[in-house]
């Protein structure tokens, strides 16, 4: 295919636009469609018919009959301009060979579309052959071209001028003999430009649902029963939820461990078994215990589907607000049969009848006959229906897609071709859907301005408290300490969204123990080192008390974040007493297992080399990492102060 203007994108890009929308509406709408791809002026052959006998030269098979999917868009952006020519009529043949071979299968309807610039010459020789087997095989043929036809039955943009070579209008006269009907007429009806398709595939296609019908009996009173099957009408439509977390550096779902921990609010943050939790709801200020047995005794139980009618109603005593669920129902008793319409009402208790004083029994509230009439007049100047004898729709909703989905697929999409880049801004012409019509806005802005002046308005600041849930489940008479703003280090000048989420870190927990040491140490104006390696210090020994595999990661990860703030604090004589204790605490409980895996992450006490001021040598540190011998006696610089905080953590 060649190329366009320089002014203009070439004819290859715009038909590899043309291909990407159309294939990306099938992958996004979940169609059932199969599509294959067949590229002609390629510089190798690969098809049946050119392997089976001589022709068909330059046409390739790219993809044959299958589902639309990612695999086959992110080839077409790979599509590059070729300078060789090949008969576009061969390449017809091959396409229908290829919708031929696979008649196997089941397909209501075939179609070929053929995207060209028609600046290689055709064989016409043929050419009756062709039009009979398409014919034949009941094959719908479409062509996209890349200027508009001039003629009737033009489908294209015909305000643009065009320069047609003759080359191109031979290839048109090949194209109307074709597509000539029955009648002996020329039909150029299926024939457009590409900006033409541009604009009509610009908008993703909605998603294609097969109905299937609930079978059920309609039983009225315990006389009559009918057989009836409900379908669903109108209903809410979501995206399907197949989101996967995955590692963000390798793409892999397999990379990402999950860990949910049940603790008891208190102190030490014992943890709970998940066996060992039933279901509480509160009661007030209490909270009322509700096991799996008493769940399964209050449920409703029923002897299989039921669809009973409990009464009868006017249509004018059901008001709109009383419509309950997400779907309206068509009710068939059988099929080309006249229909009922279900929609969902509630029960007098699920009613909720709030009562609201009258604004006019306030003389402050109540409005003036020049405000009841703006009101008015802005109502009136906002109907979404022509003032005319055919009452047309101003916006269309019924045609308008949903500018959710059409965000979602865009951005779906884009991740695809380009999984580094940002999201992409969102399409023109989405935002152009969700505005007003023109008409309606240039009628009800001098209402508006009549309304903000007869209505002025005036902002009230109003700063509220927000309750987390932790806050509510609490007693209310029992003071709490209010969290003191801490005054952070040079590292944390500077405010994250990482900080915002971390909360109101108080105490090193059982969850996360080295994310909360680490955040702890840093608010000094609130905790001394001392005291919060005395809390870690807890945890480690809590870990090593339970003698479990499970544990023995998240006490290493306690132990390295330990060592590390310690040799930036240089409290390297804390870390190492405790690490000594420690030492002696897994000989006497026999944890060899958790000694291995220390000593393959080389966490070991900290040297004269790592930290100025031990008196540990590099010799001592690699003996410690021995369980059967005892390193060379060391001592250190002791505070009377640093002698008690380690004292009471032992």
């Given at each position: 295919m060649g190329h366009g203007s320089l002014q203009e994108e070439s004819h290859i890009e715009l038909a590899k636009k043309v291909i990407t929308l159309f294939v990306q509406r099938k992958v996004f709408a979940e169609s059932k469609d199969e599509v294959a791809l067949v590229l002609f002026g390629c510089e190798e052959t690969r098809n049946l018919l050119a392997e089976e006998g001589d022709g068909y030269r330059h046409v390739v098979v790219q993809q044959p009959l299958q589902l639309a999917d990612f695999a086959l868009l992110e080839y077409v952006q790979s599509l590059r301009s070729s300078t060789l020519q090949a008969d576009f009529l061969d390449a017809l043949v091959v396409s229908m060979d290829v919708l031929q071979r696979s008649s196997g299968k089941k397909f209501e309807k075939m179609c070929i579309c053929m995207l060209s610039d028609l600046s290689s010459p055709a064989d016409t020789d043929n050419l009756d052959i062709i039009v009979a087997n398409l014919n034949k095989l009941g094959i719908t043929l479409q062509f996209f071209l890349p200027f508009p036809l001039d003629k009737v039955g033009n489908q294209g943009d015909g305000k643009e001028s065009y320069a047609v070579t003759p080359q191109q209008k031979e290839g048109l006269n090949v194209i109307q003999q074709i597509l000539q009907d029955s009648d002996g007429l020329d039909s150029l009806d299926e024939v457009y430009s590409f900006r033409y398709v541009l604009e009509q595939l610009a908008f993703f296609k909605k998603l294609e649902k097969r109905p299937y019908p609930w079978q059920c009996c309609l039983t009225i009173g315990s006389n009559y029963s009918i057989p009836i099957s409900a379908y669903k009408v109108v209903t809410e439509q979501t995206p399907r939820k197949t989101w996967t977390t995955v590692d963000a550096e390798s793409e892999l779902a397999n990379d990402v461990k999950r860990e949910q921990v049940y603790c008891l609010d208190d102190e030490d943050e014992t943890e709970v078994k998940k066996d060992g939790l039933i279901q509480g709801y509160r009661y007030g200020r209490d909270i009322i215990p509700f096991a799996v047995a008493d769940e399964q005794q209050l449920k409703y139980k029923t002897d299989g589907k039921c669809f009973s009618v409990l009464g009868f109603s006017t249509a004018a005593q059901i008001r709109r607000h009383h419509y309950l669920g997400n779907q309206v129902l068509q009710i068939a008793p059988r099929k080309d049969d006249e229909c009922l319409m279900f929609i969902q009402l509630p029960f007098a208790e699920d009613v909720r009848d709030c009562s609201f004083p009258s604004m006019r029994n306030s003389k402050k509230f109540t409005p003036t006959d020049e405000q009841l009439k703006a009101v008015d007049t802005l109502i009136d100047t906002m109907k979404l229906v022509e003032d005319d004898d055919e009452n047309d729709d101003l916006f269309p909703v019924s045609t308008k897609t949903n500018p959710r989905f059409q965000r979602l697929f865009q951005c779906l999409q884009h991740k695809a071709f380009y999984p580094k880049k940002p999201l992409p801004p969102i399409m023109p012409r989405v935002l152009e859907m969700l505005e007003p019509p023109t008409k309606v806005i240039d009628a009800s802005i001098p209402a508006l301005k009549l309304l903000t002046k007869l209505f002025p308005l005036k902002p009230i600041i109003k700063c509220k408290e927000a309750n987390r849930g932790q806050d509510v489940l609490q007693e209310s008479d029992i003071p709490k300490r209010p969290l003191k703003k801490a005054r952070l280090d040079n590292d944390w000048d500077k405010f994250n969204l990482e900080m915002l989420?971390?909360?109101?870190?108080?105490?090193?927990?059982?969850?996360?123990?080295?994310?909360?040491?680490?955040?702890?140490?840093?608010?000094?104006?609130?905790?001394?080192?001392?005291?919060?390696?005395?809390?870690?210090?807890?945890?480690?020994?809590?870990?090593?008390?339970?003698?479990?595999?499970?544990?023995?990661?998240?006490?290493?990860?306690?132990?390295?974040?330990?060592?590390?703030?310690?040799?930036?604090?240089?409290?390297?004589?804390?870390?190492?007493?405790?690490?000594?204790?420690?030492?002696?605490?897994?000989?006497?409980?026999?944890?060899?297992?958790?000694?291995?895996?220390?000593?393959?992450?080389?966490?070991?006490?900290?040297?004269?080399?790592?930290?100025?001021?031990?008196?540990?040598?590099?010799?001592?540190?690699?003996?410690?990492?021995?369980?059967?011998?005892?390193?060379?006696?060391?001592?250190?610089e002791w505070a009377a102060d640093d002698v008690d905080d380690l004292l009471d953590a032992m």
């Amino acid at each position: 295919m060649g190329h366009g203007s320089l002014q203009e994108e070439s004819h290859i890009e715009l038909a590899k636009k043309v291909i990407t929308l159309f294939v990306q509406r099938k992958v996004f709408a979940e169609s059932k469609d199969e599509v294959a791809l067949v590229l002609f002026g390629c510089e190798e052959t690969r098809n049946l018919l050119a392997e089976e006998g001589d022709g068909y030269r330059h046409v390739v098979v790219q993809q044959p009959l299958q589902l639309a999917d990612f695999a086959l868009l992110e080839y077409v952006q790979s599509l590059r301009s070729s300078t060789l020519q090949a008969d576009f009529l061969d390449a017809l043949v091959v396409s229908m060979d290829v919708l031929q071979r696979s008649s196997g299968k089941k397909f209501e309807k075939m179609c070929i579309c053929m995207l060209s610039d028609l600046s290689s010459p055709a064989d016409t020789d043929n050419l009756d052959i062709i039009v009979a087997n398409l014919n034949k095989l009941g094959i719908t043929l479409q062509f996209f071209l890349p200027f508009p036809l001039d003629k009737v039955g033009n489908q294209g943009d015909g305000k643009e001028s065009y320069a047609v070579t003759p080359q191109q209008k031979e290839g048109l006269n090949v194209i109307q003999q074709i597509l000539q009907d029955s009648d002996g007429l020329d039909s150029l009806d299926e024939v457009y430009s590409f900006r033409y398709v541009l604009e009509q595939l610009a908008f993703f296609k909605k998603l294609e649902k097969r109905p299937y019908p609930w079978q059920c009996c309609l039983t009225i009173g315990s006389n009559y029963s009918i057989p009836i099957s409900a379908y669903k009408v109108v209903t809410e439509q979501t995206p399907r939820k197949t989101w996967t977390t995955v590692d963000a550096e390798s793409e892999l779902a397999n990379d990402v461990k999950r860990e949910q921990v049940y603790c008891l609010d208190d102190e030490d943050e014992t943890e709970v078994k998940k066996d060992g939790l039933i279901q509480g709801y509160r009661y007030g200020r209490d909270i009322i215990p509700f096991a799996v047995a008493d769940e399964q005794q209050l449920k409703y139980k029923t002897d299989g589907k039921c669809f009973s009618v409990l009464g009868f109603s006017t249509a004018a005593q059901i008001r709109r607000h009383h419509y309950l669920g997400n779907q309206v129902l068509q009710i068939a008793p059988r099929k080309d049969d006249e229909c009922l319409m279900f929609i969902q009402l509630p029960f007098a208790e699920d009613v909720r009848d709030c009562s609201f004083p009258s604004m006019r029994n306030s003389k402050k509230f109540t409005p003036t006959d020049e405000q009841l009439k703006a009101v008015d007049t802005l109502i009136d100047t906002m109907k979404l229906v022509e003032d005319d004898d055919e009452n047309d729709d101003l916006f269309p909703v019924s045609t308008k897609t949903n500018p959710r989905f059409q965000r979602l697929f865009q951005c779906l999409q884009h991740k695809a071709f380009y999984p580094k880049k940002p999201l992409p801004p969102i399409m023109p012409r989405v935002l152009e859907m969700l505005e007003p019509p023109t008409k309606v806005i240039d009628a009800s802005i001098p209402a508006l301005k009549l309304l903000t002046k007869l209505f002025p308005l005036k902002p009230i600041i109003k700063c509220k408290e927000a309750n987390r849930g932790q806050d509510v489940l609490q007693e209310s008479d029992i003071p709490k300490r209010p969290l003191k703003k801490a005054r952070l280090d040079n590292d944390w000048d500077k405010f994250n969204l990482e900080m915002l989420a971390e909360g109101d870190v108080t105490k090193v927990g059982t969850v996360e123990p080295a994310k909360d040491f680490c955040i702890l140490v840093r608010q000094k104006e609130l905790f001394t080192f001392q005291e919060v390696a005395q809390q870690l210090e807890g945890c480690v020994l809590r870990f090593l008390e339970l003698d479990n595999s499970l544990y023995y990661a998240k006490t290493l990860d306690c132990l390295k974040a330990y060592r590390d703030e310690a040799r930036k604090e240089k409290e390297h004589a804390l870390y190492n007493a405790f690490l000594q204790n420690m030492k002696n605490s897994v000989k006497q409980k026999s944890l060899q297992d958790f000694w291995k895996l220390l000593v393959q992450d080389r966490i070991s006490l900290l040297s004269k080399a790592e930290v100025q001021g031990s008196c540990v040598t590099m010799q001592e540190s690699e003996e410690f990492l021995n369980l059967g011998e005892e390193p060379a006696e060391f001592k250190e610089e002791w505070a009377a102060d640093d002698v008690d905080d380690l004292l009471d953590a032992m």
